[in-house]
């Protein structure tokens, strides 16, 4: 009786938070893996590449919601033409950063300590993400429009986001605004597509290589279900909040994913 109630608490935890990631997510434009990754390493409830995985199809289920309900509706805001080499450079990245990933997991003679460092290098970048944010109105921006350099950019930025196992967060809507000038509405649906094809690629790879992490499927059933529903909660947020309110969620949605990370990080680090 007591091992039901148990796996029962579990599965709200895991639906509360895909849930309301996948919500701030959408709203904001960081695909909520960025706020969902951490907070279910801190919370302890699987392994760090269980997590990953989880988190990757979670965020890929709601982001591919959010994109075709956005084509469907005619309300995309997506530049197809930087942002399709940009979102194929960053699926090759997302594969080579999970590869990195696992090799280091395998190496590794403490595999629980390298989710530990992953939260330390997403502390940093989610630090320095903030601070760009909080500075971006006295910040040069540019205008990239080739391929191939928009390839580049892409490729960097899903090595980053595939070895971190978030799915792109805020890193994108910087890289959006920095290289390619996009007020933080557009960056948003952008940043969406790009996390779309990227992650499908990560997971993708996953299942050709055999090498999935234990996880019961109900968990997977639940976390993509909470996930949709957060992609559709968010569609209705977004067109109800000015560009000021969603700069201003996002900024405080990016010091809160800083604590959690450094709570996260000292805690695994830490520990013997």
Same mark, same amino acid.
């Given at each position: 009786?007591?091992?039901?109630?148990?796996?029962?608490?579990? $599965?709200?935890?895991?639906?509360?938070?895909?849930?309301?990631?996948?919500?701030?997510?959408?709203? &904001?434009?960081?695909?909520?893996?960025?706020?969902?990754?951490?907070?279910?390493?801190?919370?302890?409830?699987?392994?760090?590449?269980?997590?990953?995985?989880?988190?990757?199809?979670?965020?890929?289920?709601?982001? =591919?919601?959010?994109?075709? !309900?956005?084509?469907?509706?005619?309300?995309?805001?997506?530049?197809?033409?930087?942002?399709?080499?940009?979102?194929?450079?960053?699926?090759?990245?997302?594969?080579?950063?999970?590869?990195?990933?696992?090799?280091?997991?395998?190496?590794?003679?403490?595999? $629980?300590?390298?989710?530990?460092?992953?939260?330390?290098?997403?502390?940093?970048?989610?630090?320095?993400?903030?601070?760009?944010?909080?500075?971006?109105?006295?910040?040069?921006?540019?205008?990239?429009?080739?391929?191939?350099? &928009?390839?580049?950019?892409?490729?960097?930025?899903?090595?980053?986001?595939?070895?971190?196992?978030?799915?792109?967060?805020?890193?994108?809507?910087?890289?959006?605004?920095?290289?390619?000038?996009?007020?933080?509405?557009?960056?948003?649906?952008?940043?969406?597509?790009?996390?779309?094809?990227?992650?499908?690629?990560?997971?993708?790879?996953?299942?050709?290589?055999?090498?999935?992490?234990?996880?019961?499927?109900?968990?997977?059933?639940?976390?993509?279900?909470?996930?949709?529903?957060?992609?559709?909660?968010?569609?209705?947020?977004?067109?109800?909040?000015? $560009? !000021?309110?969603?700069?201003?969620?996002? $900024?405080?949605?990016?010091?809160?994913?800083?604590?959690?990370? =450094?709570?996260?990080?000292?805690?695994?680090?830490?520990?013997?």
């Amino acid at each position: 009786m007591r091992r039901t109630a148990g796996k029962e608490k579990m $599965e709200l935890v895991l639906f509360l938070v895909s849930f309301l990631s996948s919500t701030i997510g959408t709203v &904001c434009g960081i695909g909520g893996g960025i706020v969902m990754k951490p907070l279910l390493d801190t919370l302890h409830l699987a392994s760090a590449a269980t997590i990953s995985f989880l988190s990757g199809c979670t965020v890929f289920s709601m982001s =591919c919601y959010s994109v075709c !309900k956005a084509l469907q509706k005619r309300e995309s805001l997506i530049a197809l033409k930087t942002g399709t080499p940009l979102s194929l450079g960053a699926a090759l990245g997302g594969i080579t950063g999970s590869r990195l990933f696992g090799l280091a997991a395998d190496i590794s003679k403490q595999p $629980e300590k390298v989710g530990g460092i992953q939260a330390v290098c997403l502390a940093v970048i989610t630090l320095l993400t903030l601070l760009y944010t909080l500075l971006q109105d006295t910040i040069k921006t540019h205008t990239l429009k080739s391929p191939l350099p &928009c390839g580049v950019v892409g490729l960097c930025l899903g090595t980053l986001s595939g070895f971190l196992g978030i799915g792109g967060g805020p890193v994108n809507l910087v890289v959006l605004h920095f290289f390619f000038s996009m007020p933080a509405k557009i960056a948003a649906q952008n940043s969406l597509y790009i996390i779309l094809v990227s992650q499908a690629a990560s997971i993708l790879t996953t299942l050709l290589s055999q090498r999935l992490p234990a996880f019961r499927l109900i968990w997977l059933g639940i976390m993509v279900g909470g996930g949709i529903l957060g992609g559709k909660a968010g569609r209705i947020l977004n067109r109800r909040l000015s $560009e !000021k309110q969603t700069k201003i969620m996002l $900024e405080w949605m990016i010091f809160l994913i800083f604590c959690i990370c =450094c709570y996260h990080a000292g805690v695994v680090l830490v520990s013997k």
